[in-house]
């Protein structure tokens, strides 16, 4: 497994939740970590970008609200949650651009809102 999720769970709406994602050591030269998410019934969807220069892309919906950061040294990409809403119920995986397979995803971790 290249890409591995962590922190998903239960939280009330107003709550916070950090996610963690940990790539593989194996791949080479990151170059762009995201955050995406599917709720059901729905397209995935970007949430959260970060690239190698840590210049970040946000969704609208997740604007003020989510922070995504990395650490380049042990290849790490957190996606830090707050003020959640039910809205933001779904399934959150972690991508990874970087060689030598170029497009590396996580399995996906649920996080849940309850209103």
């Known amino acids: 497994v290249h890409v591995v999720e962590s922190g998903g769970g239960l939280v009330q709406a107003g709550g916070s939740l950090r996610l963690s994602c940990k790539a593989s050591k194996s791949i080479r030269n990151i170059s762009l970590r995201s955050w995406l998410r599917q709720a059901p019934g729905k397209e995935r969807e970007l949430v959260a970008q970060?690239?190698?220069?840590?210049?970040?892309i946000y969704a609208d919906s997740v604007k003020g609200r989510f922070t995504i950061s990395a650490d380049n040294a042990d290849t790490t990409v957190d996606l830090i949650m707050n003020t959640l809403k039910p809205e933001d119920s779904a399934v959150y995986y972690c991508?990874?651009?970087?060689?030598?397979?170029?497009?590396?995803w996580g399995q996906g971790t649920q996080v849940t809102v309850s209103s």
């Open positions: 970060i690239r190698s220069d840590n210049k970040t």
């Open positions: 991508y990874v651009f970087g060689s030598p397979m170029g497009n590396y």
